[in-house]
Nanobody, 121 residues
């Protein structure tokens, strides 16, 4: 199973980025999808998740109202607006064990390799 995340880069505070995560349709079309991130020296943390139909999105409080998760049958997207330096991290996409989105890493079975987002002030 491969998850290919892309779209990371270096931007200034206040700018936007859109991350994509391509999965195999057989793997993810009936599963929730999620995004996590890990900043240097910190633990991996939940960012956003969405169910198998693209509904019921959930967000970490730190990104709510700035980030938007969406998906089609095999690709997850994370639109990130009003980026802040504290959003700097490696962003990972993951396929959930169930059809719903979830916020705990243990609720995910497949993980992508990560894409680096750097936000400068």
């Amino acid at each position: 199973v491969q998850l290919q995340a892309s779209g990371g880069g270096s931007v200034q505070a206040g700018q936007s980025l859109r991350l994509s995560c391509a999965t195999s349709r057989r793997t993810s079309s009936n599963n929730g999808l999620g995004w996590f991130r890990q900043a240097p020296g910190k633990e991996r943390e939940f960012v956003a998740a969405i169910n198998w139909r693209g509904g019921s999105p959930i967000y970490a409080s730190s990104v709510k109202d700035r980030f938007t998760i969406s998906r089609d049958s095999a690709t997850a997207y994370l639109q990130m607006n009003s980026l802040k330096p504290e959003d700097t991290a490696v962003y990972y996409c993951a396929v959930a064990r169930s059809a719903t989105g979830a916020s705990r890493p243990e609720d995910y079975i497949y993980w992508g390799q990560g894409t680096l987002v750097t936000v400068s002030s």
